[in-house]
């Protein structure tokens, strides 16, 4: 089958990509492997944009900047806030409800590590739901946008270094461009907040396919994730610590406030390790929400929703919490077009690492970014020349193994993971490059392709930043604010590059 644009991955940044794409009068065709929609109806944050009239895209672009601990690249960061607005008015223009003031106007939320107020949400904290609903809506209208479920997507079409489609078992889809947008990597862990898809499959191919990877070492957990069960488990935002909740030990104890001034709103980092170390030391760890009261329902209704699946009642019950894989920093390198070291080839959403985010994300940055780059994605694929068909490999997909995908869980968790030190990577590594997988393509095999990459990447980083955190070398080292970690043709490298933004 041939199209002008194939688009792998449906979640925000893919749709947003595509709707650009087929407004530039493209055919645009979007392969998703399960459901239509990604993590994003996931997300209970919010969105990050300088609308205010006491804000400034030039404010955004610092605290963003701050967050990522130095490794920032302060001119994609400087394309994020500026064109935000822009991207925000056009998907009210498809029809998004944001939540409005008392005035009738958005209200923008504060946000702890955000300098001003300017976080938009939907029904609470229901916004990526609603992003996706007016998306989805756009979408499906669009005559040149024709959408497949139920597509797993094995490999890249490559010729000559060109990439010319991807292939499926029993099918190839040949196109001038390629978009992956296939969402971030939480499901290597055992704890994650994200959705079962989140394998790193388009992480996985494009390393096999040769193209150019960065920052893996950088995985962000949530601190609080609802600890009562489940396969994700449930995020519980940080705006309810936000709003006032409190993080207890199984003694009762306030534990937050002798790691950090700020306590339960310190940078999610640090929230993330204060918990890790209580649970280290074989104590639960709760979220006290008490206080909220009935408030908390008609503010976080989705929250209130998940706890009530569990038997839970936030104006009553402490909620047991636990940190999780949450959001990939890492992946495959792009420019500020979202184009990758291959020609043919673009990335958007958490597929891609531009060097945004850095070595950690502010909070709510990622709905805005899946926005911003994949309208410029969708804007610069009409530049893609004509490509032949060429000839199919056979491929074949792998039965799921869950024994096999429990154990890389479980390695990635205790070695891979918030805390970090040489001889568990080291330890991780090797058990993961022996793991004996099942012939096929398969999800499984994507999980420890990338799984190794993070681990040698996490190696390769001999200092903590961010969201990496080394218990070995745990000071952040000026000479490594220089320093990118780059794979490129599956070799993981130290990249020198000149210091690029303020602290
Ligand atoms: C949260 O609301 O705690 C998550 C938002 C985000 O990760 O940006």
């Not at 209704?301 to 009642?313: D, F, I, M, Q, S």
């Not at 020349?385 to 154990?407: G, S």
């Amino acid at each position: 089958m041939r199209t002008d644009v194939v688009i792998v991955g449906s979640g925000l940044a893919g749709l947003t990509a595509a709707l650009h794409a087929a407004t530039n009068g493209l055919h645009v065709t979007v392969v998703t492997k399960s459901m239509l929609g990604g993590s994003t109806p996931m997300a209970q944050g919010g969105v990050a944009v300088a609308l205010a009239s006491e804000d400034d895209p030039a404010l955004h672009a610092r605290d963003t900047l701050v967050a990522g601990a130095g490794l920032s690249r302060e001119e994609v960061v400087g394309v994020l806030t500026r064109e935000g607005p822009s991207r925000i008015l056009e998907l009210i223009g498809r029809g998004a409800h944001f939540d409005l003031d008392d005035q009738g106007n958005l209200a923008l939320g504060q946000e702890a590590a955000h300098s001003r107020r300017r976080i938009l949400h939907a029904s609470g904290d229901a916004t990526g739901a609603e992003l996706m609903r007016a998306s989805l809506e756009a979408v499906r209208r669009h005559p040149r946008i024709h959408l497949r479920e139920g597509v797993f997507v094995c490999e890249l079409l490559v010729n000559d270094g060109q990439v010319m489609g991807v292939a499926a078992p029993g099918e190839a889809l040949v196109a001038s461009a390629t978009v992956l947008a296939t969402g971030g990597v939480g499901r290597l862990y055992r704890y994650t907040t994200n959705a079962r898809e989140s394998t790193g499959d388009g992480i996985a191919m494009a390393a096999r396919a040769g193209a150019r990877l960065q920052d893996m070492e950088f995985v962000q957990f949530h601190p609080t994730a609802l600890d009562a069960g489940g396969d994700p488990l449930s995020l519980i935002t940080e705006a309810v610590r936000g709003e006032g909740g409190w993080l207890v030990n199984g003694a009762g104890q306030r534990f937050m406030l002798e790691l950090h001034p700020d306590a339960e709103l310190a940078p999610r980092d640090v929230v993330a390790r204060g918990i890790w170390a209580e649970l280290s030391r074989g104590q639960r760890v709760y979220l006290d929400a008490r206080k909220l009261g009935h408030r908390f329902a008609r503010r976080f209704p989705t929250v209130a929703r998940l706890c009530a699946e569990h038997g839970l009642k936030p104006e009553t019950d402490l909620l047991p919490v636990v940190p999780a894989a949450h959001y990939f920093m890492g992946g495959i390198a792009v420019d500020a077009r979202g184009r990758s070291s291959l020609p043919g080839l673009w990335a958007c959403g958490e597929a891609c690492s531009s060097g945004l985010h850095g070595a950690n994300r502010l909070a709510s940055n990622s709905l805005l970014e899946a926005l911003v780059f994949g309208a410029r994605v969708g804007d610069d694929v009409a530049q893609a020349p004509p490509v032949r068909p060429l000839a199919v490999p056979a491929l074949r997909r792998a039965e799921a193994d869950p024994a096999l995908e429990a154990r890389l869980r479980e390695l990635m968790w205790r070695h891979v993971g918030l805390v970090r030190q040489e001889a568990g990577l080291a330890l991780a590594q090797r058990e993961l490059e022996e793991l004996a997988l099942p012939p096929g393509s398969s999800e499984v095999c994507n999980m420890r392709e990338v799984a190794c990459l993070i681990a040698a990447s996490a190696r390769a980083r001999c200092e903590s930043r961010g969201a990496h955190y080394r218990s070995d070398l745990p000071d952040s080292e000026e000479s490594w604010s220089h320093r990118r970690v780059v794979v490129e043709q599956g070799r993981v490298e130290v990249r020198e590059e000149a210091a690029r933004c303020a602290s």
